[in-house]
């Protein structure tokens, strides 16, 4: 084996250790930044949406604790239209009618677990907690709005009336979290609609109503695979496509969509270069010889 | 037009003197063109400022549901693949030794070192926050795993590589010889290392858009768009090539030697060739991709139709061209091919980004006037920057033999 072929060789290894290094950083990145214990899990929040009423209470709990201008669920008639979250509304409950009549749905960022927002962020300003909400750091974040193009459930949101934009979004009560308290919407909820604990103890729970009311849910939990686990699980009497859940964003962690290609990044930045070296070398010979031969 | 010749000779004159008598304007001020891109620079100037004071609402149509629109689209998205050129010409030269292309490394290597320069400073006023683009750039918070940061890096870093591999053309403007020497020196590693940037940038940003799997209209999305990116900046680039050639060797045609206008003409052929052939390998693959996801089913609705626009009239159509015009020596049929796949690469490049994208949202969206004059004063400023530098640098000229020995 001579020099460069050997050179070459080592360069390809490294390479792909490198790669998959890289790799693995990619699925890293997504899952919480500060998980200190392996087996730590995640919360959630159950949805049951055979009990909401349509109150709004959440609504107005959300946007006390987080200041924003809080509704008024009475007069203002928000649930006539289809709403989506926004800037200043983290959470929206929409009316929805179905095959069993209407239905109340309440929406707000997932919480996914492997998110794509996260892994899409050059700045790791979208972070995934060990907790398990994903909030938002304004002093990493450069606006770029990738995490609003990669998201499959369309939740970020940007303050495009600001010369110094936030990205907004439901954060799951994070600071509440740690003190041991529970999301406001939860606390505020009248009709225990809403449920908060860990995410295994829950889908426990949304087995055992289904299983025990077979007739009354629709047997799914949306949530439980929904682009890879969510930490917002969601029951229904009715298939979810009716209360306008997106239900093609598939069971796949989002960060596997681009694991393949952060693999080949550090192997062709290792690769081509010996590569192309050895065409240069190549067509220089080709030409030396054309040119004695030209020149006998 | 200035004379040559006063460029030629070492300077003996202070060096206020050369900076005054570099800046002053080296051709008639009331062309055509200016009077229609000084406008058009001054309102999207204007524009700019009210960006930064009202906030990106201010003056753009982008929205929650289409949070990218042109800025990206064309600056960033199509001006990238536009200037895939320069690494492409830079393999076939110096890695290659394909010499026949020499004679317009200079002006490719400055229009996509220009490009990339005006396109980061687009993205400045597409950013939220710019000022937290040093986040990850120094390390602040570095989001390795993340397309964005890669293709962040791989563009900066060639953005380095282009403006080495032009540099010698700054030092025999300034006649500094033993200079020129070792940045010629870097030329080789330099164009290697470019090369290698650019296969993953140009890949990479096709890369951005693989987690839209339930976002973007099946027609376009697919697992290969990286690769399909990839491919097609190859013919976007070569095509840039020959459309920027036939207007520059227009515009400038006192800078170049009469002898050299046959060169042209069998340079521009042989570009035809790479780009038909690229044209034709890119094509099969959308077709693997179209049969691989029985795309047919969607080809009777009002996506597909607008899906065959772009593949048949802006891909099939001036591959055909290319093909006709290689064989029978048209350069006329050529230069039609060039402008039709540009439009096709851009076409191709705004449906991913933005016209395709979120198609299920009721929320469509189309650009804003000020957007659109924002990204026009972009487009002219690099225009106006690589006149300048070509009226003044040895980039279409032979340096003159002094400032070349050394
Ligand atoms: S729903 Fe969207 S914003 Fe929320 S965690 Fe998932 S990817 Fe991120
Ligand atoms: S907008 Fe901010 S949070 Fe979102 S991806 Fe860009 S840097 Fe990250």
Redesign the interface.
């Given at each position: 084996m001579d020099r460069r072929k050997f050179l070459e060789l080592a360069g390809t290894a490294g390479a792909m250790a490198a790669g998959a290094g890289l790799a693995k950083a990619a699925t890293k990145a997504a899952k919480p930044s500060d998980n200190k214990e392996k087996d730590e899990e995640f919360v959630a929040v159950l949805v049951d949406t055979t009990r909401c009423i349509g109150c709004r209470r959440c609504e107005v709990a959300c946007a006390q604790v987080n200041g924003l201008p809080v509704p008024d669920p009475a007069r203002d008639g928000a649930l006539e239209k289809d709403r989506k979250t926004t800037v200043d509304q983290w959470t929206v409950v929409n009316r929805r009618e179905t095959e069993k009549g209407e239905v109340f749905v309440k929406t707000q960022c997932m919480h996914c677990e492997q998110p794509a927002c996260a892994a899409a962020c050059p700045t790791k300003a979208m972070e995934k907690t060990h907790l398990g909400p994903v909030i938002w750091h304004p002093d990493r974040c450069m606006g770029c709005r990738y995490c609003m193009m990669a998201c499959p459930f369309e939740i970020p949101r940007f303050e495009y009336d600001s010369w110094n934009p936030r990205i907004r979004k439901c954060i799951q009560c994070y600071e509440r979290l740690q003190d041991g308290e529970q999301p406001a919407c939860v606390e505020a909820c009248p009709q225990e609609a809403l449920m908060f604990g860990k995410k295994s103890d829950l889908l426990q729970e949304a087995r055992s109503r289904v299983y025990r009311h077979p007739d009354k849910y629709f047997h799914h939990i949306y949530g439980e695979h929904e682009a890879g686990g969510c930490g917002w699980l969601y029951l229904s009497a009715v298939p979810f496509e009716e209360l306008g859940f997106p239900t093609d964003v598939g069971t796949t962690p989002y960060p596997e969509y681009t694991k393949d290609f952060l693999l080949s990044v550090p192997v062709v930045d290792m690769i081509v270069p010996p590569l192309l070296y050895g065409l240069y070398e190549l067509t220089s010979r080709k030409e030396r010889v054309q040119e004695q031969e030209e020149g006998a | 037009m200035s004379t040559v010749a006063t460029t030629g000779a070492p300077p003996r004159r202070s060096l206020g003197e050369f900076i005054l008598e570099q800046l002053r304007p080296h051709g008639p001020i009331l062309t055509p063109f200016n009077i229609i891109s000084a406008p058009i620079i001054l309102a999207g100037m204007v524009l700019v400022v009210i960006r930064?004071?009202?906030?990106?609402?201010?003056v753009?149509n982008?929205?929650?549901?289409h949070?990218?629109g042109v800025w990206v689209g064309f600056d960033v998205m199509t001006g990238v693949a536009f200037a895939g050129g320069a690494y492409i010409l830079t393999?076939a030269v110096?890695?290659?030794?394909a010499e026949k292309y020499h004679p317009i490394i200079r002006a490719t290597v400055l229009n996509g070192l220009l490009s990339y320069m005006f396109y980061s400073g687009a993205l400045m006023i597409?950013?939220?926050?710019?000022w937290?683009?040093v986040?990850?750039i120094i390390g602040?918070?570095?989001?390795?795993?993340?397309?964005?940061?890669?293709v962040?890096w791989h563009f900066l870093l060639y953005t380095l590589s282009e403006f080495i591999e032009f540099s010698p053309a700054i030092a025999e403007w300034l006649h500094l010889p033993k200079l020129r020497q070792v940045l010629k020196a870097l030329t080789?590693p330099t164009v290697?290392?470019g090369?290698?940037l650019s296969?993953?940038h140009q890949?990479?940003l096709g890369?951005?858009?693989?987690?839209?799997?339930?976002?973007l209209h099946p027609l376009w999305y697919t697992?290969f768009l990286?690769v399909l990116f990839l491919v097609s900046s190859v013919f976007a680039g070569l095509s840039m090539v020959i459309f920027e050639g036939s207007i520059t060797h227009r515009a400038f045609r006192i800078q170049i030697d009469p002898k050299k206008h046959h060169e042209f003409d069998e340079i521009t052929l042989g570009l035809a060739r790479g780009a038909a052939a690229t044209m034709y390998v890119y094509l099969f693959f959308e077709l693997l991709v179209f049969l691989h996801g029985k795309h047919w089913r969607y080809l009777n609705t009002g996506w597909g139709a607008w899906w065959l626009v772009e593949m048949v009239g802006f891909v099939a159509i001036p591959l055909a061209l290319y093909a006709h015009g290689y064989e029978r020596r048209r350069l006329g049929a050529i230069r039609v091919a060039a402008a039709l796949t540009l439009v096709g690469v851009m076409l191709n490049r705004l449906n991913v980004c933005m016209i395709a994208?979120?198609w299920k949202?009721p929320v469509k969206y189309v650009p804003a006037v000020s957007e659109v004059v924002i990204t026009l004063m972009v487009v002219f400023l690099e225009i106006w920057a690589f006149r300048w530098i070509v009226h003044r640098l040895p980039v279409l000229r032979e340096a003159p033999a002094p400032a070349q020995e050394g």
């Amino acid at each position: 084996m001579d020099r460069r072929k050997f050179l070459e060789l080592a360069g390809t290894a490294g390479a792909m250790a490198a790669g998959a290094g890289l790799a693995k950083a990619a699925t890293k990145a997504a899952k919480p930044s500060d998980n200190k214990e392996k087996d730590e899990e995640f919360v959630a929040v159950l949805v049951d949406t055979t009990r909401c009423i349509g109150c709004r209470r959440c609504e107005v709990a959300c946007a006390q604790v987080n200041g924003l201008p809080v509704p008024d669920p009475a007069r203002d008639g928000a649930l006539e239209k289809d709403r989506k979250t926004t800037v200043d509304q983290w959470t929206v409950v929409n009316r929805r009618e179905t095959e069993k009549g209407e239905v109340f749905v309440k929406t707000q960022c997932m919480h996914c677990e492997q998110p794509a927002c996260a892994a899409a962020c050059p700045t790791k300003a979208m972070e995934k907690t060990h907790l398990g909400p994903v909030i938002w750091h304004p002093d990493r974040c450069m606006g770029c709005r990738y995490c609003m193009m990669a998201c499959p459930f369309e939740i970020p949101r940007f303050e495009y009336d600001s010369w110094n934009p936030r990205i907004r979004k439901c954060i799951q009560c994070y600071e509440r979290l740690q003190d041991g308290e529970q999301p406001a919407c939860v606390e505020a909820c009248p009709q225990e609609a809403l449920m908060f604990g860990k995410k295994s103890d829950l889908l426990q729970e949304a087995r055992s109503r289904v299983y025990r009311h077979p007739d009354k849910y629709f047997h799914h939990i949306y949530g439980e695979h929904e682009a890879g686990g969510c930490g917002w699980l969601y029951l229904s009497a009715v298939p979810f496509e009716e209360l306008g859940f997106p239900t093609d964003v598939g069971t796949t962690p989002y960060p596997e969509y681009t694991k393949d290609f952060l693999l080949s990044v550090p192997v062709v930045d290792m690769i081509v270069p010996p590569l192309l070296y050895g065409l240069y070398e190549l067509t220089s010979r080709k030409e030396r010889v054309q040119e004695q031969e030209e020149g006998a | 037009m200035s004379t040559v010749a006063t460029t030629g000779a070492p300077p003996r004159r202070s060096l206020g003197e050369f900076i005054l008598e570099q800046l002053r304007p080296h051709g008639p001020i009331l062309t055509p063109f200016n009077i229609i891109s000084a406008p058009i620079i001054l309102a999207g100037m204007v524009l700019v400022v009210i960006r930064f004071w009202k906030g990106i609402g201010a003056v753009s149509n982008l929205s929650q549901a289409h949070p990218w629109g042109v800025w990206v689209g064309f600056d960033v998205m199509t001006g990238v693949a536009f200037a895939g050129g320069a690494y492409i010409l830079t393999a076939a030269v110096y890695v290659l030794h394909a010499e026949k292309y020499h004679p317009i490394i200079r002006a490719t290597v400055l229009n996509g070192l220009l490009s990339y320069m005006f396109y980061s400073g687009a993205l400045m006023i597409d950013l939220g926050r710019p000022w937290h683009i040093v986040n990850p750039i120094i390390g602040n918070k570095f989001g390795y795993s993340s397309i964005m940061f890669l293709v962040a890096w791989h563009f900066l870093l060639y953005t380095l590589s282009e403006f080495i591999e032009f540099s010698p053309a700054i030092a025999e403007w300034l006649h500094l010889p033993k200079l020129r020497q070792v940045l010629k020196a870097l030329t080789l590693p330099t164009v290697i290392i470019g090369v290698t940037l650019s296969t993953l940038h140009q890949s990479g940003l096709g890369a951005l858009f693989l987690f839209n799997k339930n976002k973007l209209h099946p027609l376009w999305y697919t697992e290969f768009l990286p690769v399909l990116f990839l491919v097609s900046s190859v013919f976007a680039g070569l095509s840039m090539v020959i459309f920027e050639g036939s207007i520059t060797h227009r515009a400038f045609r006192i800078q170049i030697d009469p002898k050299k206008h046959h060169e042209f003409d069998e340079i521009t052929l042989g570009l035809a060739r790479g780009a038909a052939a690229t044209m034709y390998v890119y094509l099969f693959f959308e077709l693997l991709v179209f049969l691989h996801g029985k795309h047919w089913r969607y080809l009777n609705t009002g996506w597909g139709a607008w899906w065959l626009v772009e593949m048949v009239g802006f891909v099939a159509i001036p591959l055909a061209l290319y093909a006709h015009g290689y064989e029978r020596r048209r350069l006329g049929a050529i230069r039609v091919a060039a402008a039709l796949t540009l439009v096709g690469v851009m076409l191709n490049r705004l449906n991913v980004c933005m016209i395709a994208f979120n198609w299920k949202s009721p929320v469509k969206y189309v650009p804003a006037v000020s957007e659109v004059v924002i990204t026009l004063m972009v487009v002219f400023l690099e225009i106006w920057a690589f006149r300048w530098i070509v009226h003044r640098l040895p980039v279409l000229r032979e340096a003159p033999a002094p400032a070349q020995e050394g």
